[in-house]
Nanobody
Framework: QVRLVESGGGLVQAGGSLRLACAAS????????MGWYRQNPGERRELVAR???????NYADSVKGRFTISKDNAKNTVYLQMNSLKPEDTAVYFC????????????WGQGTQVTVSS
C-alpha cells in the first residue's frame, strides 16, 4: 500500500519560513518523480516544485529563489524548504509521487495547510 504523509505545515507570519516533509512508503522512492503542489478552495491545484528521479528540479515562477525542494532517498522523504513566505503562499500543500517510465502511476498525500499572515 502506497502512503505519502506530509508534515510541517502551520501558521507563520509573512517573511517567515516553514519546512514541509513528505514521508513515502510502498514505492521505490528513488525512481519516482516527487513534487509539491498547492491548492486553495475553488482553485486549480498548481505545481510548486518538482524533483525527478533523474534530472534537475523545477519550480513555479512564483516561488523561485524562495523555495527549495530536496529529497533523502535513504529516508524516502522529500522536503520543501519555504523561505520569505508571502500571504499568497497560503494554501493546502500536497505531496505527489509519479512514475512515468512505463505505465504511469500517480499518488497523492492528504495535504497539509500552510497559512501565511500579513
Amino acid at each position: 500500500q502506497v502512503r505519502l504523509v506530509e508534515s510541517g505545515g502551520g501558521l507563520v507570519q509573512a517573511g517567515g519560513s516553514l519546512r514541509l516533509a513528505c514521508a513515502a512508503s510502498g514505492i521505490t522512492f528513488s525512481i519516482y518523480n516527487m513534487g509539491w503542489y498547492r491548492q486553495n478552495p475553488g482553485e486549480r491545484r498548481e505545481l510548486v516544485a518538482r524533483i525527478p528521479g533523474r534530472g534537475s528540479t523545477n519550480y513555479a515562477d512564483s516561488v523561485k529563489g524562495r523555495f527549495t525542494i530536496s529529497k533523502d532517498n535513504a529516508k524516502n522523504t522529500v522536503y520543501l524548504q519555504m523561505n520569505s513566505l508571502k500571504p499568497e503562499d497560503t494554501a493546502v500543500y500536497f505531496c505527489n509521487a509519479e512514475y512515468d517510465r512505463g505505465p504511469k502511476y500517480t499518488y497523492w498525500g492528504q495535504g497539509t495547510q500552510v497559512t501565511v499572515s500579513s
